[in-house]
C-alpha cells in the first residue's frame, strides 16, 4: 500500500506505483540552460518544501496564481463542447521572501488543498521557479541543477530516470477529480478578490492544455 497522500481537493482513482521521487528534464535556450525537476510530493510535505523554496529565493520575488475561469465568461469562450477549458492568471510582483512566507501562513491550507487551482513561488533575478500544478504536481525550473538537487535531497527525494505521476494511474473510465475547496470560509475566488486590494493583477486568460 502507497505511503503517498494527496490533498483533500483532489481525488485519483489509484496511488499504484506513485511515491516521491523526481527527475530532471532539459532545454535549450538560447541565453541560458534550462532545468525542469518533475517532482512527485506526499500531500504532508508540500508545505515544508514550500517554505525551504521561499526561504532560499534571491529577492524581488513573485506570486503566479492560476484558475479556471469565471463559469459565464467561459461560456462565452467555449461555443463547443469539444472546445478548451480556460484558466485566469495573475500575478503579484515585488514579494520579499518574508512576505512570500506570510502569504503561504495565511492561505497555505487553502492553496494547497484546493484542487482547481495551480500557483508558484519565483524570482524575478534568478528565474528560479516552484510551481504546483495540477493534482499538487510540483516542478522547479532553474538554471542551477545541483542546487536543487541539493535542495531535494535534503528532503529525502530521490532522483529517478522517469518519475511515474497519477495521470498514469488515469483512463476514461477511471479518471481523477479535482474539487474547489473551502478553508474559513473562504474559496480560491475568495483568496483571489482578497490578495487584489494587495496588488495581485489578472495577467491574461489561457486555454488549459
Known sequence: MSGFKTVSGV??????????????????????????????????????????????????????????????VESELRQNPTDPLHKDVFYRDGYTRAELLSLLDTYGELLLNDGMSQFGF?????????YVGKYKIVN?????????????????????????????NFSRETPGECRLVTVNGMTIYDMADALKTDGLYFAECREEP
Open 122 to 130: 519565483a524570482s524575478h533575478v534568478t528565474h528560479d521557479e516552484i
Open 140 to 168: 522547479i525550473f532553474s538554471a542551477d541543477e545541483l542546487r536543487y538537487k541539493q535542495f531535494l535531497s535534503n528532503f529525502h527525494i530521490p532522483q529517478e530516470d522517469c518519475v511515474k505521476t497519477v495521470w498514469s
Open 11 to 72: 481525488s485519483v482513482p489509484s496511488l499504484d506505483g506513485i511515491h516521491e521521487c523526481y527527475e530532471v528534464r532539459h532545454a535549450e535556450y538560447p541565453a541560458r540552460r534550462h532545468n525542469s525537476f518533475v517532482v512527485n510530493i506526499s500531500a504532508e510535505h508540500l508545505r515544508p518544501i514550500l517554505q525551504a523554496f521561499c526561504e532560499q529565493l534571491d529577492e524581488p520575488c513573485f506570486f503566479i496564481l492560476e484558475m479556471g475561469t469565471n463559469a459565464s
